[in-house]
């Protein structure tokens, strides 16, 4: 029997609205529809992580306690059951800055499906950036590029030439990739 599937998102341009350096509570705002997508997503048996590039932490324009509070605000706003998101890693380190976890790096995604037995065949990364997809395609789980955040369309075409999924949004991701309805 294979493992269970899992969903591996990035934040912001995904779940909530991409204010560039997201810092502040009063910032999380859920893209339409995410809550109820994830719902659907967990009663489909998905486990979550998220992964987030988090720059602004190194670059000095906002802290950990900063960062771990619009995380939580997040979380409150999508009142998931149990398991929820499983875990939230981010890098905080700058592109320029050395980094095992920074996107695209696969590394976290091979980390959790090593750690729960996932089965990369029924696994996805999300996310608005090109390193959001190329992670996934790193770890060798599918990827869908969503038009949602801070993707260019010169990004989107490039996803959709390698085979990446492009869609809207997470929302939409959920009902035609994994056909489920909410």
Known sequence: MSGRPALFLDRDGNLIRDHHHTCREDQIELIPGVKEALHACLREG????VLTNQSGINRGIFSWDQYQACNRRML?????????ILEIKAAPERPDEPS?????????ILEKIAQHGLDPAR???????PSDWEAGFNAGVRSCA?????????????AAQRGFSVHADFPEFVRVELGLVF
Do not use: H, I
Request: proline residues 12%; without cysteine; charged residues 25%.
């Open 100 to 108: 095992l976890y920074r996107k695209p790096s696969p590394r976290f």
């Open 76 to 84: 409150a706003l999508l009142e998931l059951p149990a398991p929820g």
């Open 123 to 129: 696994s996805w990364m999300t996310g608005d950036r």
């Open 46 to 49: 998905y486990l979550l992580f």
């Open 146 to 158: 969503t038009r949602s955040g801070a993707a260019k369309p010169e990004e989107l075409q490039m």
